[in-house]
């Protein structure tokens, strides 16, 4: 079992930066990657960045503005987000994936561990 716990979010004006972050205990980090994904209201469940032993993949929304990034000696992931817009306002999830397929967005159903969530507000 594993258990992620994500801190980090909070209130930010636009154009604002926040550092998420997600301790992982119970194992070690997932080998087939460790992710972030978001929830807006009302909207599904998005893919927002992923990173393991390959490299990093990011969303097309977040290219360029966030950064992925591990600790593997802290048993963390964190998410550096920058020049924030108030369309990245949304919960914000750490997961760890059970499948990855190369050249493709994780989805949901890769996920096989989630954080709790942290709140990510954005205002203009």
């Known amino acids: 079992q594993v258990q992620l716990v994500e801190s980090g979010g909070g209130s930010v004006q636009a154009g604002g930066s926040l550092r998420l972050s997600c301790a992982a205990s119970?194992?070690?980090?997932?080998?087939?990657?460790m992710d972030w994904f978001r929830q807006a209201p009302g909207k599904e469940r998005e893919f927002v960045a992923h990173?393991?032993?390959?490299?990093?993949v990011y969303a097309d929304s977040v290219k360029g503005r966030f950064t992925i990034s591990t600790d593997k000696d802290k048993n963390t992931v964190s998410l550096q987000m920058n020049s924030l817009q108030p369309e990245d306002t949304a919960v914000y999830y750490c997961a760890a994936l059970k499948f990855w397929v190369p050249g493709q967005d994780p989805t949901v159903e890769a996920v096989e561990y989630w954080g709790q969530g942290t709140q990510v507000t954005v205002s203009s």
């Open positions: 990173i393991n032993w390959s490299g990093t």
């Open positions: 119970g194992r070690t980090f997932s080998t087939v990657g």
